[in-house]
């Protein structure tokens, strides 16, 4: 035991403790916020750089596998029925700084299924329906315009309706009154 203490004690205490560079600061990570999906199968995390820097990992609950990185991703939603993630997709912080025009966001939609990460079109926000089976994508507006495009897809297939110039969008429980069935009122009558 003595000889130990007497090893580790010749040694400088330089040489045991490196000098941290800059480059060392941009590697620290803070854990944001997290989520677990509706099944409780996949738990998504944001993680912040010191340097601005942000991405999600998505990884199964049970800290099976490795970790997905979604670099750049931020407001991540699972759906309902547990099988997607979709989140934003920006840049680099020195992609941003290169543009000639400002970075839109871009829908990032992971299939939790495969593990696929489809980057799809630009997006100023998105929304789930309550089952999970379509996802309502608006669309930035252009400059001209008060309203951006909105796209409506079906994840699993991929065929989406555009619907152009919308300002607002939310899912509704009940169609409208005029696409409901018509229901008859009183008694049928039959001619004789």
Same mark, same amino acid.
């Given at each position: 035991?003595?000889?130990t203490g007497l090893m580790m004690s010749a040694v400088p205490a330089a040489a045991q403790q490196r000098t941290l560079e800059p480059a060392d600061y941009r590697q620290w990570e803070t854990l944001g916020a997290f989520e677990l999906d509706p099944a409780g199968q996949w738990l998504v995390s944001a993680i #912040? &750089?010191?340097d601005g820097e942000r991405e999600l990992r998505l990884r199964r609950s049970d800290a099976g596998g490795e970790a997905q990185v979604l670099e750049h991703g931020r407001s991540p939603v699972f759906?309902? +029925? /547990?099988?997607?993630?979709?989140? &934003?997709? /920006?840049v680099s912080s020195d992609e941003a700084e290169a543009a000639e025009e400002p970075v839109k966001d871009r829908l990032g939609l992971v299939d939790l299924e495969s593990g696929v990460d489809s980057v799809l079109f630009n997006v100023s926000g998105f929304e789930f &329906? @309550? @089952? /999970?089976?379509?996802?309502?994508?608006? /669309?930035?507006?252009a400059s001209d315009s008060v309203g951006g495009d909105l796209i409506i897809m @079906?994840? +699993? #297939?991929g065929v989406h309706s555009l619907i152009g110039n919308v300002d607002d969008f939310m899912w509704q429980d009940e169609p409208p009154s005029w696409q409901r069935p018509c229901e008859p009122r009183g008694e049928a009558r039959t001619a004789s």
């Open positions: 035991m003595a000889a #912040t &750089r010191v759906s309902a +029925n /547990g099988r997607w993630l979709a989140y &934003r997709k /920006g &329906r @309550d @089952d /999970g089976a379509w996802i309502a994508a608006h /669309g930035a507006p @079906d994840p +699993n #297939t």
